[in-house]
């Protein structure tokens, strides 16, 4: 999405929901069960949360620290 669709309606006076998510520390730390039901129990959407849970499907995630890379 490019910041001009959240940047022209403010321009307009028009009210813009944007919503940023870091998941940056839900990996390996927080069941994503459990992350899920947190996120509809917060009043997130069906649609958004089924989203977010096929986001989270399948995926790996390694880290970097100067230079030397985790495991998969």
Do not use: Y
Request: one cysteine or more; aromatic letters at 8%.
């Amino acid at each position: 999405m490019g910041i001009d669709k959240v940047t022209h309606p403010v321009d307009e006076g028009k009210a813009v929901d944007v919503v940023f998510l870091d998941f940056s520390k839900a990996f390996g730390t927080v069941p994503h069960s459990i992350l899920l039901d947190k996120l509809s129990n917060c009043g997130m959407s069906g649609l958004t949360v089924c989203w977010v849970k096929n986001w989270l499907k399948g995926r790996a995630q390694s880290v970097v620290v100067n230079g030397a890379t985790s495991g998969w």
